[in-house]
């Protein structure tokens, strides 16, 4: 009858080789302290430090969120510009080729957005513009409303 030990943490296949370096460096993942040789791969070091996958995706949807809600106050802006040029009121409709000369480039989600309408939303001067694409979750895609 065998009997299986604890897995042996060192037999486990880790992607990348093991580091024998003199040196080691420390790295942070996913906010945990981890010290390895030099030369360690950061998924090695990951999975020493019992970190599974390492959050490349949290940290890329925040990156994603930061660059829709800046595109959102940009829409916003250039949403205001043209009301105010074209002396509209508050509850005037506003259509994506009304602003789009207001706009610099192509504004489109980063979360898998292709178009300007496959991205946002705008409905009046006064309602904040949204994303379509990411309206929920951790790290939604939304405007701080004001209060008006
Ligand atoms: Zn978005």
């Known amino acids: 009858m065998t009997v299986h030990s604890d897995i042996d943490r060192a037999s486990i296949d880790r992607g990348t080789p093991q580091r024998t370096a003199t040196q080691s460096v420390t790295l942070e993942i996913d906010g945990l302290p981890v010290t390895v040789p030099a030369g360690t791969s950061i998924m090695r070091a990951a999975s020493l430090a019992g970190i599974a996958v390492p959050n490349f995706i949290k940290a890329r949807t925040v990156a994603q969120a930061n660059t829709c809600i800046n595109h959102l106050r940009q829409i916003d802006a250039a949403i205001q510009e043209w009301a105010l040029e074209t002396k509209k009121a508050e509850s005037q ?19 898998g957005g ?3 309408l496959d991205s946002y939303a705008i409905t009046t001067v006064s309602d904040k513009p949204t994303c379509v694409r990411v309206t929920k979750g951790d790290h939604p895609h939304l405007l701080p409303q004001s209060a008006n």
């Open 114 to 116: 292709t178009t300007f």
């Open 93 to 111: 409709q506003v259509l994506y080729s009304d602003i789009s000369a207001y706009l610099k480039g192509a504004v489109v989600c980063p979360a």
